[in-house]
Structure formats: C-alpha cells, structure tokens
C-alpha cells in the first residue's frame, strides 16, 4: 500500500474549519484515500473515502488533488469533540493481497480549543 | 450503521493465564474480520485477519500459537491471548468491513488489556 505523510499534530478553533492534509505521492492508480479518526481509547471512526473526485457527507468533505499525490480533510465547523487522531490511509478497494487491509500511520493529533 | 460489539472493555489478568475477547457483528454477517493492537501513544498494528471457517492469516511477527484467533460464525471473532504476560498489556480492537456499501470499515470499541 500506499505510504501516506501527515503533520504530527494540529490546532483549530471552535466554530472554524479544520483542514488536515494528507500526502501520498506513491499511490496506485486503484487505491483510495480513506480517513479515519480516533478519539482517546475508542475504535477508530470511518469518515469519508475518495478515489479521484471530491467527495462530502455529514461529517467532512475530501478534496484530493488533480494528480491524486495529496488530499485535504475539511472539517467545515469543528467542535470540540473533534479532537481525535485523524488517519489517511490508501488501499485498493479490490482485489489484491493487500483488500481489506488498513495500514495506520502515526495519523495527526488534532486539538479542537474554545 | 453497521455495528462491531467487542467484549469486555477492559479486563485484567495475572501472568501465565489466557484471556479472551469477542468481537460480534451486529445485523449483519462479517465473513473476514480484523484484530489490531495499539501500545499507549502508538498507532494501530494489524495483528491477523480472521476468516470464517478457516485459518486466520497472520501478519508477519505476530504469533499465532499465541494469539488463538476462532471465527466459527459469520458474526462472531474471538481473540485468546494465551499466557499473557506483561508486554501483552495493550488495546485490542477488532474491525469488519461495512456491509452498507460506504467502502469503509466498522472498528469495536477496543478492549484494554492489562496483564500483572
């Protein structure tokens, strides 16, 4: 798979959009960008995953770029129970040795402050 | 949304003994399931897949005479740890993939192992 690069960790106001970005100059022509976060020992959370198109739901928006080497994570209002580790993980999502599988990298530590 | 209910939460155990944690799908049938384990302020490792009604694949490193892994329905995993000791003291969390189409995966709520 994939390897992706995050900032270690983020900061973000209350009421502002956080935005995390995510590189991963390697990928695959059929991998996604998945995002997933972990708030303190809890299972990760499943946001939002993305090919090659921006992709919104409830929860965040995706913007991958043209050439699909990086992606942004916007969360457009953060609160403060938004403060999580976010992960960007790339995979196939089918087929191959590697379906299925979830590689997390050490993912940003965001901190949503009043 | 699909669900993933691991059990227990938390548990502790003296050295030398077994323990085992289930992780169930809840309405829906999860052929393949996920174990992972994360040490303190450190991201999560895939330890093995679980497949219903056959062997368990193992990642590279991970022992599997001593992490039991049974996945003898298609909604219920369990994970023995056997002889644990201390260094085995981590979160343990399972994961199955969404059966709603979202492409992502559903992750149990982890269980916190601590061996003394």
């Known amino acids: 798979d994939a390897k992706t690069t995050q900032p270690t960790s983020m900061d973000c106001a209350e009421g502002r959009a956080a935005n995390l970005p995510c590189n991963h100059s390697t990928i695959s022509g059929n991998e996604y960008v998945y995002w997933y976060r972990q708030i303190h020992s809890q299972g990760p959370q499943y946001i939002i995953h993305g090919l090659k198109n921006n992709e919104t739901n409830e929860m965040a928006s995706l913007i991958i770029t043209e050439d699909r080497k990086s992606s942004t994570l916007i969360l457009p209002h953060a609160t403060l129970r938004d403060t999580a580790v976010y992960y960007c993980?790339?995979?196939?999502?089918?087929?191959?040795?590697?379906?299925?599988?979830?590689?997390f990298g050490q993912g940003t530590i965001l901190t949503v402050h009043p | 949304g699909a669900v993933v209910s691991q059990h227990p939460s938390w548990v502790i155990c003296k050295s030398g003994t077994s323990v085992k944690i289930e992780c169930r799908s809840l309405d829906f049938q999860a052929t393949t399931m996920f174990w992972y384990r994360q040490f303190p302020k450190q991201s999560l490792m895939l330890m093995a897949t679980s497949n219903e009604g056959s062997k368990a694949t193992y990642e590279q490193g991970v022992e599997k005479d001593k992490f039991l892994i049974n996945h003898a329905s298609l909604t219920l995993s369990t994970l023995t740890v056997t002889s644990a000791h201390p260094e085995d003291s981590s979160f343990y969390i399972c994961?199955?993939?969404?059966?709603?189409?979202?492409?992502?995966?559903?992750f149990g709520s982890g269980t916190r192992l601590t061996v003394v």
């Open positions: 993980i790339v995979r196939p999502n089918a087929g191959g040795t590697s379906y299925g599988k979830l590689t």
């Open positions: 994961s199955a993939r969404d059966p709603t189409g979202s492409g992502g995966y559903t």
